[in-house]
């Protein structure tokens, strides 16, 4: 079963706008609130990329839409891998086929060759709608994969991270995921290939812990959730509430752990740019 | 060697206040041991103690969490909870090691890597990261014994190894148990019931191949410590054997498995 069929070459534009197929069933009417300000708009001002006209939050998107947002020349890779499901989780077969059906995706990651705004690189791009974007052992594959197969193509690689961290329906083999990946990235970046991480919403736990903060450039979409620990529990750790904006990408840039954040509508762009100024100069 | 606890009691047993201590596991297994401190980086994180030391008539460098023994220590090391400042005096021991040719041992008891707003703020995610991709790149033998809790990323940093070892009384797992009952059940008092379905028992993860070797765990101490630093000197000689690249393949194969 091939998900996605390679879609034929269309030239790509630094701000194309994207196609709206998977915004069709909401009516351009609807009033909708934003979940970072709280101000609410017309779902119609969000416009093609779902951003807040207020605040420059971007809405939570599925794999494939932020797929059809940066390009239509793709090719998916490892679509056909399946969990073995090392727990013998009850309940955990419905719940993948729950998640499959929701996203069109085997795990939750979607990952392949792309052509963003002329440049090619390896892409992954994480899903929140699938369990809300866990790492498990397939996510785990694919993404050691997509970095293997980067090098011997000598690609760049392209992370859109976003998840709940290490998926414990799957245990101990979920949390190996970080160590094989990180092994992977090692590999890859010894190369001196390029890396590039961009941290979307939410971007939590073991993935920040791995991953989401080896690129060699680090970027964040505007009010991004971005920890490792969750915020409850370092509250009830500390007994003291947090700031509201203290585990967000822009916090985190003050402390010295992003490099730039770039607003969705930018972010094809910015990617072709560094990915060009990250690649060897031809002799 | 039967294990006839069930996954609650190993928890229990994991996390019992006779568990050998980090100070009397280095001082029963290592001569020598000079403790090194500090991050280079502004930090010195007491949750971990990193030093060098001789076992038996070879240099080594050792990595371990603490929990500490007396109020104090408990409360300075946030019970064996380290912050990013700890992953990071790991990370510099390491690389130390590395330079010149010491194997590195580890030994963890940790619930995790703590959940604090400076350790936020101080890029605990980061900390981790880096000691997790520093595995690539360490030509040395490299053994990691858990010998208590093994929580989550906060272990793992510590136990990306040739050799991975677990106490026969310890647990290795994505989350505590509580925690996966009261995500799953929305109940953490159901945290036995999850421990049963986690497979975070040393048997359990032997037979994933997440881990190699049981220690067994003889309430005599001296015993406990003889055996193990007999494993240690064997593996230790056997590892040798590997050349830095060699080793670093055979680490990369380990992992690539999963
Ligand atoms: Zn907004």
Redesign the interface.
């Known amino acids: 079963m091939n998900l996605f069929k390679r879609k034929p070459y269309v030239e790509t534009h630094p701000h194309r706008q994207p196609e709206r197929h998977f915004n069709q069933k909401v009516p351009d009417n609807m009033f909708i609130q934003c979940p970072h300000c709280k101000e609410g708009a017309y779902y119609k001002a969000f416009g093609a990329f779902r951003v807040c006209p207020n605040c420059g939050y971007g809405m939570r998107l599925k794999a494939q839409e932020r797929l059809d947002m940066l390009t239509a020349d793709y090719t998916p890779w490892d679509t056909e891998l399946q969990t073995k499901d090392?727990?013998n989780?009850?309940g955990y077969d419905q719940k993948l086929a729950k998640a499959q059906a929701a996203t069109g995706l085997n795990d939750s990651v979607w990952t392949g060759e792309a052509r963003i705004a002329g440049a090619n690189v390896a892409l992954g791009i994480m899903d929140p709608f699938f369990i809300m974007g866990s790492l498990g052992?397939i996510t785990?594959e694919k993404i050691?994969r997509l970095f293997e197969r980067a090098l011997n193509k000598q690609l760049p690689v392209v992370i859109f991270t976003a998840s709940g961290g290490?998926?414990?329906q799957e245990?101990?083999?979920?949390?190996?995921?970080?160590?094989?990946i990180?092994?992977a990235?090692?590999?890859h970046?010894?190369a001196g290939l390029f890396y590039l991480t961009i941290l979307t919403d939410p971007t939590t736990?073991?993935v920040?812990?791995?991953?989401?903060?080896?690129g060699d450039i680090i970027a964040a979409e505007p009010h991004t959730l971005?920890?490792?620990?969750?915020r409850r529990?370092?509250e009830q750790?500390?007994h003291?509430k947090?700031p509201e904006d203290?585990?967000s990408g822009e916090?985190?840039q003050k402390?010295?752990?992003v490099d730039s954040i770039v607003p969705r509508e930018k972010l094809g762009a910015f990617i072709a740019q560094v990915v060009r100024l990250n690649q060897p100069e031809e002799e | 060697m039967a294990q006839k606890k069930t996954a609650a009691e190993v928890v229990q047993a994991a996390r019992s206040a006779d568990k050998i201590s980090t100070k009397t596991l280095i001082n029963g297994l290592f001569n020598d041991f000079v403790e090194l401190h500090g991050d280079r980086n502004g930090g010195d994180d007491p949750a971990i103690i990193g030093g060098i030391a001789r076992l038996g008539n070879r240099a080594v460098t050792v990595i371990a969490t603490q929990k500490g023994e007396t109020v104090e220590e408990k409360i300075a090391t946030h019970y064996g909870d380290p912050e990013p400042e700890g992953y990071r005096k790991a990370l510099r021991l390491m690389r130390q090691a590395a330079k010149f040719n010491r194997p590195i041992i580890t030994l963890i008891n940790t619930a995790g890597?703590?959940?604090?707003?400076d350790?936020?703020?101080?890029?605990?995610?980061?900390a981790?990261?880096?000691l997790?991709?520093a595995?690539?790149?360490l030509p040395v033998p490299f053994i990691a014994t858990i010998f208590g809790e093994g929580g989550?990323?906060g272990a793992?940093?510590l136990a990306?190894a040739d050799e991975v070892w677990m106490f026969e009384n310890s647990i290795?797992?994505?989350?505590s148990p509580e925690g996966?009952a009261s995500?799953?059940w929305k109940d953490s008092t159901r945290a036995d019931e999850a421990a049963g379905?986690?497979?975070?028992t040393p048997n359990d993860?032997l037979d994933?191949k997440?881990i190699d070797t049981i220690i067994p765990e003889p309430a005599n101490q001296d015993r406990l410590l003889k055996n193990l630093k007999k494993k240690l000197l064997l593996k230790l000689a056997d590892l040798s054997q590997l050349s830095g690249e060699e080793l670093i393949q055979k680490?990369?194969a380990r992992?690539?498995e999963?």
């Open positions: 090392p727990l989780f009850p052992t785990g050691t290490a998926r414990m245990g101990m083999p979920a949390l190996m995921q970080m160590a094989k990180s092994q990235v090692a590999r970046s010894a736990g073991g920040t812990a791995s991953f989401a903060m080896q971005v920890g490792f620990a969750g529990v370092i750790t500390i003291k947090l203290f585990q916090n985190l402390h010295g752990f | 890597a703590y959940p604090g707003a350790a936020e703020a101080h890029g605990q995610g980061e981790i990261a880096a997790l991709q595995s690539y790149d989550s990323g793992l940093a990306c290795y797992s994505v989350l996966f995500i799953l379905l986690m497979k975070l993860l994933m997440i680490r990369l992992f690539r999963f």
